[in-house]
């Protein structure tokens, strides 16, 4: 593997070998070559260091695709996530929950992405921590590639009973609004764009757990399915996790407003529920 590294080239500890042996730092990378010895006296006693490589695949992910959610494998995605057919949202656990914090994965476990929320201010904190009324407040959602970098951004404006996102690009330009369109039964969502409306969400039981997507015909183009993760974590942490399946490469601006909602969908657009909900 060839690196950056300021660390001239040498004689160095070999960071996969036995004690006492040394391996070549060509100045980019270790080389093969080793020998037993200890580095001469006033030579750099670090290592040079190595970026960290990238997790691999997590197997759990893979499971929570094909069993918990069902969906079968599908072709390689682009490895993006406006390219990959199927996105796995997993919520940071945590018992006490005072920002969204999200993992967004590939349907083999290779984490692509993540969804974290901005500009949580102390007193939206101590409400959250005491009560529920920061449901009913502003909030604001990034989207990040695997490098942090902002894709889109979502702006919950504060609601009494019904939901309106406002999903934007870095740059503020406006790509649509995912739009409420009732309070009791099955909650349905409306995604509107210069507007029209290009298509919707539909909870298809009243808990909304699971959500069909449809474009502007009431044509399914998706599908959201929450995941089952134990009694004992649903019952006492805040986790919520979803698979998305894309049924097929969507045009924009639905395609960003799928993937919008997808990894939005309980923070910015369920009413809030805790517990079981």
């Not at 476990?109 to 502003?138: H, P, Y």
């Amino acid at each position: 593997m060839t690196t950056h590294s300021n660390t001239p080239a040498g004689w160095y500890p070999d960071p996969h070998g036995a004690a006492e042996t040394l391996r070549y730092w060509d100045g980019s990378q270790w080389t093969e070559h080793t020998h037993a010895g200890r580095q001469p006296q006033g030579a750099p006693q670090m290592a040079p260091q190595i970026p960290a490589q990238p997790a691999g695949p997590d197997a759990r992910v893979q499971r929570q695709v094909q069993q918990q959610a069902g969906v079968a494998t599908s072709g390689p995605g682009g490895g993006t996530l406006f390219s990959e057919p199927v996105l796995v949202v997993n919520q940071k656990a945590k018992l006490i929950e005072l920002t969204n914090e999200y993992k967004v994965f590939d349907q083999n476990g290779n984490q692509i992405g993540s969804v974290t929320e901005v500009g949580q201010n102390a007193l939206k904190k101590i409400l959250r921590f005491v009560s529920s009324l920061d449901q009913f407040m502003t909030h604001k959602l990034e989207i990040r590639d695997n490098h942090g970098q902002p894709l889109l951004v979502l702006t919950r404006p504060a609601k009494i009973f019904k939901s309106r996102v406002v999903v934007s690009r870095p740059d503020g330009s406006q790509v649509g609004e995912i739009v409420q369109k009732n309070v009791f039964g099955k909650i349905n969502f409306a995604m509107n764009a210069n507007g029209q409306q290009v298509g919707a969400i539909k909870a298809e039981n009243w808990r909304a757990w699971n959500f069909a997507i449809v474009d502007h015909a009431d044509n399914e183009v998706a599908r959201i399915t929450k995941t089952w993760e134990g009694l004992a974590k649903t019952m006492f942490t805040t986790a919520d996790n979803y698979v998305l399946q894309i049924h097929y490469q969507l045009p924009e601006p639905l395609l960003s407003l799928v993937v919008a909602t997808a990894l939005t969908v309980d923070t910015a657009l369920k009413q809030d529920s805790r517990g079981l909900g």
